[in-house]
């Protein structure tokens, strides 16, 4: 059920804060949790479209999709041709 996968990945992002919000013990600012949420959701989009997230911040892309596509070409590149003579 598409829902149950919707609740899934939610749960997960609320733990992620939680353990944050249990390090710092309430010394952030709304604006670095609002930076932190941030983060973490690129994070945990990286990560649900099976991207590695330092690859993307590393990049300095800023857009899943394109970074994704490029991603998808390096793979395709790398491959030898089917019928490559060695």
């Known amino acids: 059920m598409e829902f149950l996968g919707i609740t899934t990945t939610a749960e997960h992002a ?30 945990q989009t990286c990560k ?5 997230f330092l690859d993307f911040i590393r990049s300095g892309e800023k857009d899943i999709g394109v970074f994704a596509e490029g991603q998808q ?13 060695t």
């Open 14 to 43: 609320i733990k992620a804060f939680a353990r944050l919000r249990k390090a710092i013990e309430g010394l952030s600012t709304p604006r670095g949790i609002e930076e932190y949420l941030i983060l973490l959701s690129v994070c």
């Open 48 to 52: 649900y479209s099976g991207l590695d």
């Open 73 to 85: 070409n390096q793979r395709g590149q790398r491959r030898e041709p089917a019928n490559s003579t």
